[in-house]
């Protein structure tokens, strides 16, 4: 009877140690990476933040006179006391508040308008989708400056078609005196932007895989309950990022008022913060329109960081 021997087992080699082509060959995409993001950076350090430190710089200098103003110029360090007297001042800060306001009814509006439509657009009974976005977006590829005049001659009370269409109904209201301006303001704002943010959210709904619609709509259900349990769910990081971008614009405000301002007396030369600042630089007070600057961009930057943060909260919740 014969046996057979069982081979010892061979003890597997060692792994190769990583040679210093792979450490090499990783360096070199790093450097590839830094290579590729430097004209960013540069483009982001020479526009954004070298403005921001000048800015910053100018707004701790005050430039003074001797002998009632009739004196030679001379700049002289003041620290936060630009910052206190635009605290302080009751016309920036209201303007401060205009656009809060503005912003806490225009942006919700517009957010919500946009994902209607584009998730009317996105639904399978949409016809003609590519010109219905072009119509949407045409708003947008107007020039700010000329929207804005062609909405100053739309408000004439002699002359509108809207004040006329009110009147019909028997309502006497003239966009362009008292509170009605805001209304004025925040139409123009809603028309302006609308179809951009609506596709960036579009664009955001062609990203989810059609298979999880159709699963839902083989399970029974409708448009609508497909659109708020799943593609509203899918889409949230671009309804943040568009209702931020919102944020910063309205904080921004600039181009309508200003022409508004030269047909409306409910709009003075301080209505939003960075017509206060423009009416600085006019009387050469560069340095406390420097400090209102800074004070602006403190504002947008708290106000879309408190809305990044609550709506991370929200999902840690949900």
Partial sequence: ??????????????APAASGHGRSGAHRYSRSGLLF??????????LMLA????????????????GLGLGAAKTTFVGVSNYLTALMDTEFTAALLRVVLIGVIQVPLMQVLALLLALLLDSTVARLKRT???????????PGVS????WSFLYQPSISPITGAMSMLGLNVDLLSGNAVYIAIIN????????????????????????????????????????????????RPAIILTSVFSIIGTVQLYNDPEI???VSPAIDSSFTPIMAVQE???ANNYNYGAAQSIILALLAFVLSFGVLKLTQRRERLS
């Fill in 188 to 235: 123009m704002m809603t028309w302006s932007y609308t179809g951009f943010t609506m596709l960036v959210i579009f664009s955001a709904l062609q990203a989810i895989p059609p298979e999880l619609s159709e699963a839902a709509r083989v399970d029974g259900c409708g448009q609508w309950r497909i659109a708020w349990h799943i593609k509203i769910p899918a889409i």
């Fill in 260 to 262: 508004l301002h030269q």
């Fill in 51 to 66: 403005p921001i430190g000048y800015a910053l710089y100018q707004s701790l200098f005050k430039i003074e006179r001797s």
């Fill in 37 to 46: 993001l430097t004209p960013f950076g540069l483009l982001f350090v020479a």
């Fill in 280 to 282: 600085a630089a006019s």
């Fill in 132 to 142: 219905f976005r072009l119509i949407y977006f045409l708003p947008y590829a107007l």
């Fill in 1 to 14: 009877m014969s046996t057979t021997s069982v081979p010892l087992e061979t003890q597997e080699a060692p």
């Fill in 147 to 150: 929207a804005a005049i062609m």
